[in-house]
């Protein structure tokens, strides 16, 4: 009995599997959820296994030598591993998810996936200066794209899928879900209004779920509560924006400067310059541990004004080298954290001084170490929004939240005037990869239709007669004309259907009838016309052509969609981006 | 299918290993931060506070609501002179668990250093009637104690009454609770209990010097001069070398022999002792008034010398007594408001006081 309901129950959730395959919405809603839990369980034994290899080569009351030893066999191990096995495993993994999504169809090997998992743990165990969270990212994404691959996906389901693992693999790995999801949409798919907002949101909800119910609810910095002292303060936050964006702006060129130079030595050398990381971090790691490792335990203490302002400053300065050093050199391992320590300590050596000089004006040093963290963030990483989360939801304190959008604003600024590629792209373009940026695309939509239409001179009486208006359009070069009388446009009427008019013998009759008829039919434009607005842009307007197959549309209010305030063909297009006919007579009507 | 059955097996095995490296964290580190919390608490018993609250904030970093930690933390901080900092942490502490007794005799204490008395008397109530994981009954009359000596340094006379009343009966009845008792119940105002204390006491111990030396000077607050020179000499009959006891002796017999009031004085022995008062006064009063006198008190000097010289016969001298001894104490009026003011416990003193009454 129990032998035959085993295979028709197996047939059944097979069945139910095969439906579920067959609703994108049900599996893409199924498949978010599983992503989260997954990415949720794997990011929570990086972290964990992470610690305790920590643990273990740096013992309580190890020889300082071992700080030296400790980081070099470690990058001189995982470089080796990470050239011969795994070369899409090095680095942060946020330029390499984003190369996969937007060139590669979401496509990352599940062998990436744990070289990134095992390279990453072991190289920052072991002391590099670098950060879990931009390798838990690709390890979230890979995860999802390799299940969406393996369920036969299509690569569009692939593309949608990647976001989500992104999403759960940063809401675990910082204990932020809302900054995972708004970090997914604004730096991995360069757009807030992104359509997979959806399944990110559920996939990081899960994924964090998964962290909360294993590692309990502690926040990833327990902070005091602060708050404003005086109004002046509002200045000095000013004066962290300002000093945070040149902080970060230094970072970022010094990392390119030096990764470009490393990418200029000669091949043979590439499986062994994470040594000069690990070396690096190594030597300032003997006279200063605190630089060793992602160092949050020292960024907990800034945030507590725990540490002296002399050592915050020599600790702002030697973490940007240390970082800069073992990024550039190729150690697995991300910036997001060190930019939350550099971030820290920039901010509290701003707080110590402005608390020496004011002190009753202003709050202690770990409040402005507080701010600094997204300061920084926002001006390395250049994704603002996120920052601001981020530090919400990484602290708990929702006070500082007014600081830290001026600050915040301030170092974006900065970073964006003296570093107009942000970190990412940078490194992407370095590696001869260029990805589109919300920036690039956000210039791509910036040409709009009002600057390329023309004024609508030729639009048809719908009591036109078919033969006149024939000889009208052999005369022009569109193959469709507006419709309209003083009510506004009726809609487009192509040559073509004039022309199968005539030659029924109906060239005496009106355009009105035809317009009627090809309504009535469902082959005409006139119901549901295309059209354009004049404020959207002309790759839109290109799209529609596309759809409609007609060389021209109309351009109509938005305020009445009756109302045409011009036409646009596809020469005034090409020819607004520069690539028309020499010698048009058409001249597109500013 | 394939693939499902995969993810969720991969799932099962990733629960099991996280928990697995979940609980070893766990272990280890219990183990660091117990190591370094040693290592603080040894700090700071050498003294070397700053020393200690760093290690123990590391271990507090590891293993997060350790109340132990938190509350030898806040004792650092506090031994360090770092007040404002040790209540905050303690502050952390009473918002978890506001009956914690511990927590709060530390905060009662911080609040002393702080000047803020009134809400260490608050804290320290809260900690005589808070939770106490050990031997609560011995650590709530040690904090009633602590609170008692507080209150006898401030010389809160009423707030050291109340705080002793309720202690009576619970205190230890060994002599040298019984012993201190006593000397509360006599800085709190309290000389009659005080007396009965160190009768008690007498009961018991008919030999104890101490109980001799406390029943004295209980008796000499209740102004009972010659009961309380019979009692210091006692005393010193039994520890001849308590020069504290001596000295008490010494101010009762001037007492004795100055007090106008005492019974069974004749006439000519009260008027004596008037006369020796008026004598006294002028000599406090002209220590302090300086080259140019206030007219009043010239006036009063003047009368007084007049008062010395005269002779008065047996028949006034009752009379004059008591005018001499409303001269006395108009004198020693006028002499408290000079800037240095006269010992309280001085032998003049106590009896122009006693007249005054």
Redesign the interface.
């Known amino acids: 009995m129990d032998s035959n309901q085993r295979p028709s129950r197996m047939a059944k ?2 069945r139910s ?1 095969d439906r579920l395959r067959q609703s994108e919405d049900q599996l893409s809603l199924v498949l978010s959820l ?1 992503i989260g ?2 990415v949720g ?2 990011v ?2 990086f972290i ?2 992470t ?2 290899l920590a ?1 273990r080569m740096y013992p ?1 009351g190890g020889s300082g030598w071992r700080r030296i030893l400790v980081p070099v066999l470690g990058s001189l191990s995982t470089g080796y591993l990470l050239w011969r096995y795994f070369p899409f495993a090095r680095g942060s993994g946020i330029p390499q998810t984003r190369f996969a999504l937007f060139i590669d169809d979401g496509r990352i090997l599940f062998r990436t996936v744990l070289g990134k998992f095992f390279c990453c743990s072991a190289s920052l165990a072991s002391g590099i200066a670098l950060g879990r969270e931009g390798p838990s990212v690709q390890v979230g994404a890979g995860l999802a794209s390799v ?1 969406a691959r ?2 036969g996906l299509n690569p569009k389901q692939v593309k949608a899928l990647v976001p989500a693992g992104c999403a759960a693999a940063l809401a675990a790995a910082f204990n932020t879900p809302i900054a995972a999801v708004l970090f997914s949409l604004e730096e991995i798919m360069g757009d807030l209004h992104a359509s997979v907002l959806g399944s990110v949101v559920l996939s990081s909800a899960t994924s964090w779920m998964v962290l909360h119910l ?2 309990g609810d ?1 926040p990833l910095f ?1 902070v ?1 509560g602060y708050r404003a002292v005086h109004p002046v303060e509002f200045g000095v936050y000013a004066v962290l924006g300002v000093v945070g964006g040149l902080g970060s702006v230094s970072f970022v060129k010094l990392l390119l400067g030096l990764r470009a130079w490393f990418m200029r030595l000669p091949k043979w050398t590439a499986c062994f310059q994470p040594v000069a990381g690990g070396l690096t971090v190594g030597l300032i790691g003997y006279f200063v541990p605190e630089v060793l490792g992602v160092g949050y ?1 020292h960024v ?2 800034v945030l507590n004004g ?1 540490i002296v302002l002399k050592v915050v400053v020599l600790l702002a300065v030697l973490k940007i080298v240390a970082t800069a050093v073992c990024y550039a050199s190729g150690n697995a391992g991300g910036i997001f954290g060190p930019a939350l320590f550099i971030g820290a300590m920039m901010g509290a050596s701003v707080g110590g001084v402005a608390h020496t000089l004011f002190p009753s004006y202003t709050a202690g040093p770990g409040a402005y170490a507080l701010v600094g963290m997204g300061t920084a963030f926002a001006g390395i990483v250049r994704t603002p929004l996120t920052s601001v989360f981020m530090i919400f939801e990484i602290t708990r304190d929702y006070t500082i939240i007014v600081p830290l959008m001026i600050s915040n604003l301030i170092a974006y600024f900065i970073s964006y005037k003296l570093q107009k590629q942000p970190i990412y792209e940078a490194l992407a373009r370095q590696e001869g990869v260029h990805l589109p940026t919300a920036h690039s695309r956000a210039l791509a939509e910036r040409m709009q239709v009002s600057e390329a239409m023309r004024s609508p001179s030729a639009v048809l009486s719908p009591d036109l007669l078919i033969t006149m208006v024939l000889r009208k359009m052999k005369a022009g070069e569109f193959d469709a004309w507006p419709v309209g009388d003083a009510e506004g446009v009726w809609g487009m009427i192509r040559s073509s259907e004039l022309e199968q008019a005539a030659d029924d013998g109906a060239s005496n009759q009106k355009v009105a009838v035809i317009l009627r008829e090809g309504s009535r039919s469902g082959h005409s434009t006139t119901e549901d016309p295309p059209y354009v607005h004049p404020d959207q842009s002309l790759s839109l307007a290109l799209e529609q052509m596309g759809t409609s197959g007609l060389n021209v549309l109309p351009v109509v209010s938005r305020a009445n969609v009756h109302q045409l305030v011009g036409i646009i063909a596809l020469d005034d297009i090409l020819n607004a981006y520069g690539v028309a006919k020499r010698g048009s007579s058409m001249e597109p009507n500013d | ?4 059955t ?2 969720f097996l ?2 099962a095995a ?2 099991a ?3 697995f ?2 609980k ?2 766990k272990a ?1 580190s219990q183990v ?1 931060a117990a ?1 370094l919390f040693e290592q603080g608490r040894g700090l700071m018993q050498r003294g070397e506070n700053a020393g200690a609250i ?1 290690r123990i ?2 271990a507090i ?1 590891i293993e ?1 609501g350790n109340r132990d930690y938190l509350r030898t933390l806040a004792q650092a901080q506090f031994a360090a002179g770092k007040t404002a900092e040790a209540e ?1 942490t303690l502050t952390e502490l009473l918002q978890s668990d506001s009956t914690d007794g511990l927590t709060s005799l530390i905060m009662g204490r911080v609040m002393v250093k702080e000047g803020r008395f009134a809400e260490a008397l608050s804290y320290f109530h809260r900690a005589m009637y808070g939770h106490w994981n050990e031997n609560a009954a011995e650590n709530r009359l040690r904090v009633r104690f602590e609170l008692i000596d507080l209150l006898a340094q401030r010389n809160s006379k009423e707030e050291l009454l109340a705080e002793l009343l309720p202690v009576q009966d619970d205190a230890p009845r060994d002599l040298r609770t019984r012993t201190r008792m006593g000397q509360l119940f006599l800085l709190a105002g309290s000389p009659a209990r005080a007396v009965d204390v160190f009768r008690g006491i007498l009961h018991n111990a008919p030999g104890n010097a101490d109980a001799y030396a406390g029943l004295g000077a209980a008796e000499f607050a209740r102004s009972n001069y010659r009961a309380a020179q019979r009692d210091f000499q006692t005393t010193l009959r039994l520890a001849p070398d308590d020069q504290a006891t001596r000295q008490r002796l010494d101010v009762c017999n001037e007492l004795l022999t100055l007090d106008p009031t005492m019974r069974g004085l004749s006439p000519a022995e009260h008027f004596s002792r008037s006369l020796k008062l008026v004598e006294l006064t002028v000599d406090e009063a002209r220590q302090c008034i300086g080259p140019n006198p206030s007219p009043e008190l010239q006036g009063l000097l003047d009368k007084a010398g007049t008062a010395l010289k005269a002779h008065v016969s047996a028949a006034h001298e009752s009379e004059v007594s008591e005018s001499n001894l409303d001269l006395a104490e108009q004198l020693w009026q006028a002499r408290k408001a000079c800037k240095s003011p006269p010992a309280v416990d001085s032998s003049l003193a106590l009896v122009l006081t006693k007249l005054a009454q």
Do not use: P, Q
């Open positions: 959730l097979s599997l599983l839990a997954l369980l794997v929570v034994a964990l296994l610690g305790r643990a309580a299940i393996n369920l294993i590692l502690d327990h005091a335990n907990e203490k725990d | 299918m394939g693939t499902f995969l993810v991969a799932m990733l629960f290993a996280d928990m490296l979940a070893m964290e280890e660091e190591r760093e904030k590391d970093s997060r905050s």
